[in-house]
């Protein structure tokens, strides 16, 4: 087991602990300012022959801290048993040279951490890990499970005591179960026959590390070949850090299997379903545009957004702003395409908008007023690429509307005679129960209010979005193998009070009786 503190009250055949993280009060305290969605987690797993695990864990977290900044831990087996460091905060700060040193083994996973479900606290800090009378298991969770309460209260009753009101530890506890009675695979199948929402896990059971991907691959999860040994990572990017290939991505609903020494890994297409659900978020904003993901490079397929964005709704204006970082890659895009086939002056591309790199994604903002001035902490505008021009500013999406609205007045205030704003993506209208943080329908801008009421609001000359049809498109997917529940408000999951999109069924949970037993 882990060598943290023990958070449970042992159960019969169950003990679940975590490594004791230490809570951090500054970045995510009460009143810290986000400007778009957040991401939720990145997972990693490495089975290596006679090198230690750790150290690769560790660079493999670094590329993926993009996904999670609230906590990051590693869970390493040595053969004989696990060992655990998990810290509140991010990942150069939460692990130090001899946690490196004191986490034994050649396989282990990773993961960095923002709150999807369970709050902010450190209960829910995660690689999760369950000692049982069999055996050891850690886990590692991106996504987000809509039916975590009803199976929670089935094995409540059943006699588990739960340490967090997190989902991860529903699917631990869920998995240790079935594992007393049945071996790896047939208990990994069981626990996806009654888990139903979004996940990419990496797991370990004692030494063996596997993948996990749901049936309908709304998180990415892909697996890598290095010189001894193999990966599973959430993107690509932490593979090409180890200086790994990418093999490919895990299949929805397929469990890989990574030899402990190292040498290979086995397969299984443990549930099968007739279409995917990708977040299409995951090319728009969420993952680095290195990553490879689902077959597409995440930069390629952000010009490519942007080139169709220019073909719906492109202006002309004497210059195209990127909004850094994330509507760089949509605005090369869109000005390309403005300026394919032009005969008189080109629409200039250029950065206009200089980043402060040393302010985060949160800072604390105690008051309302000096929320609203925050993108000055962020954004400079260069006066002299602005003043006296028109000037289209592109970016990957509007949330609650508060840093476009500062973002034309930054413009405007440095003498922009028009301001248009382009998003890369379409107005998201609905939250998101999969595992991101896309805020409250009350708080979406877009949820109540048509395209000119919100350019309205923003103050902007014109506003265009990308539509649904031009997302599917340019992904190459059709709209019923995507999710697109925050753009639609129709989900590809049974989620209780929301429309989907396709004929799905959650399993039914009996909260009143023994776990029912899907067919191995
Ligand atoms: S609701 Fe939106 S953010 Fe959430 S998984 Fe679906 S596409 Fe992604």
Same mark, same amino acid.
């Given at each position: ?26 970045? #995510? ?86 709150? $999807? ?29 809509? /039916?975590?309460?009803?199976? %929670? ?32 695979? %047939?208990?990994?199948?069981?626990? =996806? ?6 996940? *990419?896990?990496?797991?370990?059971? #004692?030494? $063996? ?27 690509? *990017? ?52 290195? @990553?490879?993901? #689902? #077959? ?10 942007? %080139?169709?964005?220019? /073909? ?52 604390? =903002? ?13 954004? /400079? ?22 840093? @476009? ?6 413009? %405007? ?97 009996? $909260? ?9």
């Amino acid at each position: 087991m882990p060598d943290g503190r023990d958070l449970s009250t042992p159960t019969p055949g169950y003990e679940a602990t975590n490594a004791g993280p230490t809570p951090k009060t500054d970045s #995510d305290s009460a009143g810290a300012a986000r400007s778009g969605p957040t991401e939720k987690c990145g997972v990693v797993g490495v089975a290596l022959d006679d090198r230690a695990a750790s150290r690769p864990l560790y660079y493999a977290l670094y590329a993926l801290q993009h996904r999670g900044q609230e906590s990051a831990g590693i869970v390493t087996h040595d053969g004989f048993q696990q060992h655990g460091h998990v810290e509140m905060g991010l990942v150069g700060d939460a692990f130090e040279e001899g946690d490196l040193d004191s986490l034994a083994g050649e396989t282990g996973i990773g993961h960095v951490r923002y709150p $999807t479900s369970g709050g902010v606290n450190a209960s829910c800090a995660q690689p999760f890990s369950v000692s049982f009378k069999s055996g050891s298991l850690g886990l590692s969770h991106n996504g987000n499970l809509v /039916n975590a309460d009803e199976i %929670r209260d089935e094995l409540a009753q059943l006699g588990h005591a739960f340490t967090s009101d997190g989902d991860t530890e529903v699917i631990a506890h869920d998995l240790a179960r079935n594992l007393l009675e049945a071996d790896l695979v %047939r208990a990994v199948k069981r626990t =996806m026959d009654r888990i139903h929402g979004s996940y *990419a896990l990496t797991i370990m059971h #004692d030494e $063996t590390v596997l993948g996990v991907r749901d049936p309908q691959g709304n998180r990415p999860l892909c697996i890598g070949e290095l010189d001894d040994g193999y990966v599973l990572a959430s993107e690509s *990017a932490a593979i090409d850090t180890l200086g790994g290939d990418l093999v490919r991505d895990v299949r929805p609903g397929e469990l890989v299997v990574l030899e402990p020494d190292g040498s290979g890994f086995d397969t299984y297409q443990l549930v099968e379903q007739d279409n995917t659900a990708h977040c299409f978020f995951e090319h728009v904003y969420f993952a680095r545009p290195d @990553s490879v993901i #689902d #077959d597409t490079l995440v930069y390629e397929a952000r010009r490519d957004l942007g %080139r169709a964005l220019w /073909n719906e709704s492109g202006v002309e204006t004497d210059v195209v702003l990127p909004v850094p970082d994330s509507g760089r890659a949509f605005a090369s895009g869109y000005a390309e395409a403005a300026n394919e086939g032009a005969d008189g002056d080109a629409i200039e591309f250029a950065e206009g908008l200089m980043k402060n790199r040393y302010v985060g994604r949160t800072f604390i =903002m105690p008051t309302q007023d000096e929320r609203e001035r925050a993108v000055r902490l962020k954004l /400079n505008p260069i006066k002299s690429t602005i003043e006296g021009r028109s000037v289209t500013i592109i970016d990957d999406s509007i949330v609650r509307g508060t840093t @476009s609205r500062q973002l034309v007045a930054l413009l %405007r205030e440095a003498g922009a005679e028009e301001v248009h704003v382009r998003i890369g993506a379409p107005p998201i209208v609905a939250p998101c129960y999969m595992g991101i943080d896309m805020a409250s329908r009350e708080e979406l801008i877009a949820a109540d209010r048509s395209i000119d009421e919100i350019r309205d609001e923003i103050d902007a000359d014109s506003l265009g979005y990308l539509s649904v049809e031009s997302v599917a498109e340019v992904l190459g997917e059709s709209r019923l193998d995507l999710c697109l529940g925050c753009v639609t408000g129709e989900y590809p999951y049974d989620i209780d009070g929301e429309e989907t999109d396709r004929d799905v069924q959650r399993p039914v949970i009996d $909260t009143d009786s023994e776990p029912a037993r899907a067919d191995d």
